[in-house]
């Protein structure tokens, strides 16, 4: 009898998420806070929130077109099939309200006094942070009448657009708070102990919040009824302030124990006690083609990203007719590129004390990239797209201590990449990686518009980036831009990601959103809206 899949079940709670819950969790109700104080909540909160993120990043492996199915595995259900139902999915609703709602704790304590500004700043920040996320995945959802406790039990549901622009608002406001007691006496500063996403650098925590405008506006920009709002507020954006350049990393001390590693980590790498964490999945050949000369030549990252690579074990996501060294490496995973579990190494499963990835640098500049090409902002956009490239070799080249390995050069590795993928005349999709091919279409070529293809190698290359890392927010960008490019309809494992045992209705066999979870179904029925898996969109989705 085969096996039951037991790693990667959407809507389950994934594994990263799983060995940091005792160990980090403020409540268990959110409608009830815990009773603490904002120094205590605000550092778990943004923990928690690293948890989830892993959570969302596990549970878009396999739709997102990350990861497959192995041979002699069974049960994967809905995984291969997107028959998805209002019991998947589930973290990215209950979680996050539950850790918006210890957000809203610090603010309400701490919003009065003064002295305190930098804990308010900083839980607005991160609240929107988390509800940026929770629309991102179900679109209209309680907002106004949210973590509000016992005061209201059936909270409306807002609009989408709508709280995006509050959300917006609020980094807005919170970065004028941070600036105004920078400039001022604040009491109470926020010291590295307590801080840890950044570490109490308040500069940091601007930069934070104004990339996170820059993505919700992006996002608001390609809508025709929003346009008018995210050209005003793209005009009004703080650019002297700048975006990251830096990882938003938390770590609050991860460590090799039982529940207390690093969230990736635990999903991809091992357990604490030594047991391999993913060894029912393995690479797509779709994700894989990006690497291995297929579509693109990328053997610096994919050496680090994937064990035995070129050779990693690869699969179509649905396909069950395979082979049995199909399988990961004994003892491995096809994402641990260390020794042994003991001897951590480099890529996206570092080692147990890696920090969480909450925003990658590449990330920041892929948008300020697209801002630049469709001209919601000043600036240089080969540019950007070369940083956001090396801030992804130079991540993916750090250790679990976050320093690039003595053995790699990132700007060399970067350079040979892009001449790597230089010889249009062989490859016409070198434009992916390579700027200057991307005013140049041949005549066969399928994207000719120099803007669709900057577009397209933008997302592509932010796409790459998010490998395993964020796979819910490419999936995001996916259905908003849809790049990278499938072909509609094909069965070829290179040209599409979805699953050979897909059931949806849409031309790409996709899914189009997920489906509120049953609690809000039984609990608050005459809010919750009518949507549908396949048919039914988030708000930026114009495809």
Known sequence: MKKILNVILIGAVAVGFASCKKYLDINTNQNSATSSTPALVLPQAIVGTAAITQSLNSAYYFPGGFSANIFGVGGYGASVTYAYTAGSFVTGFSSSYDNATDYQYVIDNTSADPALAYSTAIARIMKAFVFARIVDQYNDVPYTDAVKGNAVLTPKYDKAEDIYKDLIAQLTASIDAIAAAQGGTV???VVASTDPLFKGDMDLWKKFANTIKLRLLIKMRGVPEQASYATTEFAALNTTLGFLTTNALVNPGYVK???RQSPIYGSLGFASDGTR????????????????????SDPG?????????PSTPTNQLGE?????????????????????ANTP????????SQGQPLMLAAESHFLQAEAYVRGYLTGDAKAAFESGITASFNYLYQNQNGTVDAGKNVSADVAAYIAANADQSANPLVYLANWNFTDKPLASDYNQSTLERRIEAIITQKYIAFNVIHADEAFNEFKRTTYPRVVNGSQDPVLTFASKQSVSTRPDRMIGRVLYPQSEYNLNPTNVPSVTIFGSRIFWDLN
């Open 187 to 189: 009491a109470n500063k």
């Open 277 to 296: 964490s993913q060894g029912q999945a393995i690479p797509t050949k779709w994700i894989l083609s990006f690497y291995n000369g297929t579509k693109l």
């Open 345 to 352: 190494g480099l890529g996206v499963a570092k080692g147990p």
């Open 320 to 340: 069950e007719n395979t082979v049995s060294t199909q399988v990961p490496p004994t003892g491995f995973s096809a994402w641990f590129t260390g020794v042994d």
């Open 257 to 259: 124990e039982a529940n």
């Open 301 to 309: 990252r994919g050496r680090v990203i994937y064990r035995g690579f």
